[in-house]
């Protein structure tokens, strides 16, 4: 029916632009919240920098260790706080049950200012500072990314609510235009319909919507009647011609 293939081309045409507008927007959104826990950080290090730059230079553990667990207690977001000398050594940290070892070999492989990996807790975006342009350390700080990932999800709902009230309306839309098209062809239709059918005509195969369908098979019976007139026109002005010509 008409009304099956709007809604069809509708539908088709909404969830391609759906795609590809939700995957533009999702990474958009994604790298925003990304970059603002990046200047979070960036401000934490610079708040921090002035707290630990003394014990790191002076040797100081107990007093590096008590500004990290500061800054950790202070923001519930910091997953973790690490500092490291020029060498790469540990020099402090603030997870309660142990260092975690992997996060040498993340290190080791990452090459920007900003590594993101999952652990069983969450997602974990961690961004790293060097302490007096890398002098003396680098400042290793883990963030959660509950929020972007949450975002996200908000985000996804969403577009999914709105595409469902948005193919109501499709649906609501493929049917008046159904109507307003295939009416004059449905009333073509039926006036084909009442006048007598033609029986010498081939077998028909329907093709395309309902409405198309009826109005051709109309079509094939009118010319299928004119061409049997014409014959029997034909015939009766044949047989006038020979009347003439025996009178």
Excluded: N
Excluded at 8 to 29: D, E, K, P
Excluded at 101 to 121: A, N
């Amino acid at each position: 029916r008409l009304d099956q293939v709007v809604f069809a081309a509708g539908m088709a045409s909404l969830l391609l632009l759906s795609v590809a507008t939700g995957i533009l927007f999702v990474h958009r959104l994604a790298k925003a919240e990304e970059y603002s826990l990046l200047e979070r950080g960036e401000h934490l290090a610079r708040h921090l920098g002035h707290q630990i730059v003394d014990p790191i230079l002076q040797d100081d553990p107990l007093a590096l260790q008590e500004a990290l667990l500061d800054s950790v207690r202070i923001d519930p977001e910091i997953r973790y706080l690490c500092a490291v000398d020029g060498r790469g050594e540990l020099l402090c940290h603030t997870f309660s049950d142990g260092f975690a070892s992997r996060l040498r070999d993340l290190w080791r492989r990452s090459t920007g200012r900003i590594t993101r990996f999952r652990t069983e807790t969450g997602a974990v975006q961690e961004v790293t500072v060097p302490l007096l342009a890398g002098q003396i350390g680098t400042l290793h700080i883990g963030m959660s990314r509950t929020r972007i990932d949450d975002a996200v999800w908000r985000f996804v709902l969403g577009l999914g609510l709105a595409l469902l009230v948005a193919s109501g309306l499709v649906l609501a839309f493929s049917h008046h235009v159904a109507r307003q098209v295939s009416r004059p062809l449905q009333e073509l239709a039926d006036t084909f319909s009442r006048l007598p059918a033609a029986s010498d005509l081939p077998p028909f195969v329907p093709a395309g919507t309902k409405e198309v369908s009826a109005l051709t098979e109309g079509f094939r019976d009118l010319v299928a009647r004119l061409a049997h007139l014409e014959k029997e026109r034909a015939i009766l002005q044949t047989k006038m011609i020979h009347a003439d010509r025996l009178a």
